[in-house]
């Protein structure tokens, strides 16, 4: 079981490039979420699905989309970078069942830096 | 104000000393979670209660929901306990759970 796994680790980007976050886990989980933590500030929720097929936005969602692909794979998709943007993103899953019922798995997160 | 308050903000403290990390929030709350982010950045689970107490180990949980407080303890800490500590409620939204956190306490604990 790898658990949450993200990608990339690190990125550089310029202001105005566009990119993609992967998040994909193997834990059967129907809930998924992205979250940054910026320095002095908790983790803040920016989009969610709570199941295939639904994505919801969070307290911060301007400036990113997302695509729950399947099951297992949520993205997030940065379309115009600005620096305002540069932060650490976390992905992550709960069950809504069982064992893992509303409990939170978090991938190792991205850092990410606009220039 | 932050729906989530943790106190202290930094802690230091010597090995084998007893810590308390407090979390007030403002809100109801269908559960509340206690995380740990290691100096390399990942986050771990440690409790997710909604009444009481539970105890894992050198680490014990409690909250109260009336006064709106919980508490995280470690007994007997050690250097490797020191890490950032949140404190997370987890709120019903429009029909959907989405959890809310704390700024974190950043513990160090010195041999």
């Known amino acids: 079981n790898a658990g949450v796994t993200q990608t990339p680790k690190f990125q550089v980007l310029k202001t105005g490039q566009s990119m993609t976050l992967q998040c994909a886990q193997d834990?059967?989980?129907?809930?998924m979420y992205w979250y940054r933590q910026d320095p002095g500030m908790g983790l803040r929720l920016i989009y969610y699905s709570a199941s295939e097929g639904t994505t919801d936005k969070g307290e911060v969602p301007n400036g990113y989309n997302v695509s729950r692909l399947n099951k297992r794979e949520f993205s997030l998709r940065l379309e115009s970078a600005a620096p305002s943007q540069t932060s650490v993103y976390f992905c992550?899953?709960?069950?809504?069942?069982?064992?893992?019922?509303?409990?939170?798995?978090f991938g190792p997160g991205t850092r990410l830096t606009v220039l | 104000k932050n729906e989530v308050e943790q106190s202290p903000q930094n802690l230091t403290a010597q090995e084998g000393e007893f810590i308390t990390i407090n979390c007030s929030y403002s809100v109801g709350i269908s559960a509340l979670h206690w995380l740990q982010q290691h100096p390399g950045g990942g986050i771990v689970s440690l409790f997710m209660l909604s009444s009481g107490k539970k105890k894992h180990g050198r680490l014990i949980a409690t909250i109260n929901i009336q006064e709106k407080h919980s508490s995280l303890h470690i007994t007997a800490s050690h250097p490797r306990d020191s890490a950032v500590y949140i404190c997370a409620v987890r709120l019903i939204i429009q029909g959907a759970q989405k959890l809310v956190f704390g700024q974190g306490t950043r513990l160090t604990i010195n041999p």
């Open positions: 834990m059967n989980h129907n809930s």
């Open positions: 992550a899953s709960s069950g809504t069942s069982g064992r893992d019922y509303n409990e939170q798995f």
